[in-house]
């Protein structure tokens, strides 16, 4: 691949922050004598594609072609365009593992600018990805979301002989977490993720319920003497929040408990330092409910700002699992064969973290899309995270 110098824009960017520069390294699955097309050429114009409104390998294919000339402008195109079976074949060759490190190494590089305080972990079914013929699941993938700059950091496949509790120490060891707050629903609320978060230099929020029965039943018991007692002798932190918006009113209490005398096996949760209590009411008209979460952590913080990463980890729900769907139609899509569709979700989620960086359109994320499809000068700050003009 070369750049033409009349492409200011793209000269112009330093080269640690370019896309393709941490992609150069992807080896290319196909025989050497049957490669009519450059592997970068496929991996640019499908992520160019994806972040214009295009959600399947056809799509992308007539993006190219109608966009063929500007292409041409910094990729060599040896032979034009790529056939869709062309991008499905490679993409479902492609190592998914090598593919996750390149851009793991690409959001690395991005957020060493930005910063990394709080790392969301949660898992998501790409539901349409099955194929009940030949008895394949459909694909999980675990993801990591760096809550602050709403960037994905990675993704792990879980497989039929798996499930998250192994796959995220896999994916916590391919990132550098290091300082950052670790928060995972409780599936992952388990002590060797614990550890291994803890060997990342990184801290844990994990969030525990019945599937930790002595643990849930301790701190069941501690805020129930908390109750009881109107927390009197008891050495903890408190703060509490309201919101309000569109008739519902939100409450949220939250108690930080550092003496951990009441937890039977604290011993075996490495580095453990605090339990967090989460009460939550809420009020829709002359309805209200109440819900009460319990967590542990590996930081003695602040109440307030415990509460906050526990409200902020549902961000990876709310502003990128969510958006996947309703944006990219993730749930609709039918890769099937091979590695496809763990491989294009990856390139839904560089589009989607380019298309949040991107300045200049302050509409949503399918607005974006269209613009950037538009105009090429968009899209060229859409890739390289410039501000346009």
């Given at each position: 691949?070369?750049?033409?110098?009349?492409?200011e824009?793209?000269?112009?960017?330093?080269?640690?922050?370019s896309?393709?520069?941490?992609?150069?390294?992807?080896?290319?699955?196909r025989?050497?004598?049957?490669?009519?097309?450059?592997l970068?050429?496929?991996?640019?114009?499908s992520l160019?594609?994806?972040?214009?409104?295009a959600n399947?390998?056809?799509?992308i294919?007539?993006?190219?072609h109608?966009?063929?000339?500007w292409?041409?402008?910094f990729?060599?195109?040896?032979?034009?365009?790529?056939s869709?079976d062309?991008?499905g074949?490679?993409?479902?060759?492609?190592?998914?593992?090598?593919?996750?490190?390149?851009?793991?190494g690409?959001m690395?590089a991005v957020c060493?600018?930005?910063?990394?305080?709080?790392?969301?972990i949660?898992?998501?079914?790409?539901?349409?990805?099955?194929?009940?013929?030949k008895g394949?699941?459909?694909?999980h993938?675990?993801?990591?979301w760096?809550?602050?700059?709403?960037?994905?950091?990675?993704?792990?496949a879980?497989?039929?002989?798996?499930?998250?509790?192994?796959?995220?120490?896999?994916?916590?060891?391919?990132?550098d977490?290091?300082?950052?707050?670790v928060?995972?629903?409780?599936?992952?609320?388990?002590?060797?993720?614990?550890?291994?978060?803890?060997?990342?230099?990184?801290d844990?929020l994990l969030?525990?319920?019945?599937n930790?029965?002595?643990l849930?039943e301790?701190i069941?018991?501690?805020?129930?003497?908390?109750?009881?007692?109107?927390f009197?002798?008891?050495?903890y932190r408190?703060?509490?929040?309201?919101?309000r918006?569109?008739?519902?009113?939100?409450?949220?209490?939250?108690?930080?408990?550092?003496?951990?005398?009441?937890?039977?096996?604290?011993?075996?949760?490495?580095?453990?330092?605090?339990?967090?209590v989460?009460?939550?009411?809420?009020?829709?008209?002359?309805k209200?409910?109440s819900?009460?979460?319990?967590y542990?952590?590996?930081?003695a913080?602040?109440?307030?700002v415990?509460?906050q990463?526990?409200?902020?980890?549902?961000?990876?729900?709310n502003?990128?699992?969510?958006?996947?769907?309703?944006?990219?139609?993730?749930?609709?899509?039918?890769?099937?064969?091979?590695?496809?569709?763990?491989?294009?979700?990856?390139?839904?989620?560089a589009a989607?973290?380019?298309?949040?960086?991107a300045?200049?359109?302050k509409?949503?994320i399918?607005?974006r899309?269209?613009v950037?499809?538009?105009?090429?000068?968009?899209?060229?700050?859409?890739l390289?995270g410039c501000?346009?003009?």
């Open positions: 691949m070369s750049l033409q110098p009349d492409t824009v793209l000269v112009d960017t330093p080269l640690s922050l896309i393709l520069h941490h992609f150069a390294a992807l080896e290319d699955p025989v050497e004598r049957t490669r009519q097309h450059q970068l050429d496929l991996v640019a114009i160019c594609g994806v972040i214009c409104g399947n390998w056809s799509a294919v007539l993006w190219g109608a966009n063929h000339e292409l041409a402008t990729l060599d195109l040896p032979n034009g365009i790529p869709h062309t991008f074949r490679v993409f479902a060759l492609l190592d998914p593992e090598q593919f996750a490190v390149c851009f793991t690409w690395a060493q600018q930005l910063g990394l305080t709080q790392v969301a949660d898992g998501k079914t790409l539901r349409r990805s099955h194929n009940r013929g394949q699941a459909a694909l993938l675990v993801s990591a760096s809550v602050e700059n709403g960037l994905t950091l990675g993704q792990r879980v497989d039929g002989k798996s499930n998250e509790i192994t796959a995220i120490p896999e994916l916590l060891r391919l990132l977490v290091s300082g950052a707050l928060t995972i629903d409780a599936m992952g609320c388990q002590k060797d993720i614990a550890a291994t978060i803890r060997e990342t230099k990184a844990y969030a525990v319920k019945e930790q029965p002595p849930y301790d069941e018991g501690i805020m129930a003497r908390g109750r009881d007692t109107d009197v002798g008891m050495n408190y703060a509490e929040e309201s919101s918006d569109h008739g519902r009113v939100e409450d949220r209490y939250c108690w930080v408990f550092e003496d951990l005398s009441a937890i039977r096996d604290r011993e075996l949760w490495v580095d453990l330092k605090s339990i967090v989460v009460v939550s009411t809420r009020t829709v008209g002359d209200s409910s819900e009460t979460r319990y542990i952590s590996s930081r913080a602040d109440a307030a415990l509460a990463a526990v409200r902020r980890h549902w961000s990876i729900e502003e990128c699992h969510w958006i996947l769907d309703v944006c990219f139609r993730e749930d609709d899509r039918r890769l099937r064969e091979g590695h496809g569709a763990n491989n294009f979700a990856l390139l839904r989620k989607l973290a380019l298309l949040k960086r300045k200049g359109v509409e949503g399918d607005c899309r269209l950037a499809g538009w105009d090429k000068t968009y899209l060229l700050n859409v390289l501000e346009a003009d």
